[in-house]
């Protein structure tokens, strides 16, 4: 199969080409058009200009599914109102310029474009899964956005669906290697009361899903998240656990709020969301880590 692939140097990017590639598929990277790569195994693109090279493309010969991953990281820095436009842009531009094109050629039979699980807002303690209502929020809208953004690829015999991912879990970045040294260093603690609800996901069964996804022509929205969300309170107890180091710290919400700015720190940081994999656990999908413990576990294993 010859699938290609945006966003392939980031976290979850660079994983799925490893993993298409150990197996056999060929990867073509949709990639900005000053990255150093050959013509034969790059599409460049630029999503701010409109522009995707249909020269590349016919270069790449017959394209058989698209992963869509790229866009700008949510909690890198605060939300300035540039900085919120910025978010927004790198996701509906670049997923109206694949979808306007895809929609335009023959060969793509599955189309997975990322999302989240900011979707469904902060819900406290309620159960989220594929059929809950979108939430309210600035992240909601800008998943609502993204998902609609994709929508023009979907054709007579082509399925296009949406990962949902949640908090991926992995000590090579993300959240996750930001909260590491932290820990081990004993200063580890919970966010706020931490009675709110994370949804994590090992690295290795973002990438796995993601695959399942496609090999198996899923379609529609689907969340990418373990079968057993988690307190942050018993999160930050699991974390203190695996690194063998006290969690008696806590960081109050007017801290981070001060830290982070109030937005970011509600929506990003103390949201909680107890969101179930349905979609996945209903087609079939085998989780290879399905607690925080195991999950973890994982992530500080990777080599």
Known sequence: MRVAVTGSSGLIGSALVRALEARGDQVVRVVRPDSPATRDTVVRWNPRA??????????????????????????????????????????????????ATLASR???????????????????????D???ARGTGYLADVCDAWERAIQPARRPGTTVACARTGIVMSASGGALARQLPLFRAGL???????????????????VHALLWIMDQGLDGPVNLVAPTPVTNRD?????????????????????????????????????????????????????????????????????
């Open 130 to 132: 594929e059929s809950s």
């Open 235 to 303: 999160f930050t107890a699991a974390l203190g656990r695996a690194v063998h180091r006290p969690t008696i710290a806590a960081v109050p919400r007017a801290a981070l709020s001060l830290a982070l700015g109030r937005d970011l720190a509600d929506e990003a940081v103390l949201a909680s969301q107890r969101v179930t994999p349905r979609a996945l656990d209903d087609s079939g999908y085998r989780f290879r880590h399905r607690d925080i413990d195991a999950i973890l576990g994982a992530a500080l294993a990777e080599r």
């Open 50 to 99: 409109g522009t995707l090279s249909t020269d590349d493309l016919d270069h790449a010969g017959t394209i058989d599914a698209v992963v869509h991953l790229a866009g700008a990281g949510i909690a890198e820095r605060r939300w300035s109102p540039a900085r919120r436009r910025e978010i927004l842009a790198s996701r509906v531009e670049s997923t109206s310029v694949l979808a």
């Open 188 to 206: 580890g603690g919970r966010l706020g009361s931490g009675h709110q609800w994370l949804s994590p996901i090992s690295l290795e069964d973002e």
């Open 106 to 128: 023959p060969g793509v039979t599955r189309v997975v474009s990322g999302s989240a699980i900011g979707y469904y807002g902060s819900r406290g303690d309620e159960v989220l």
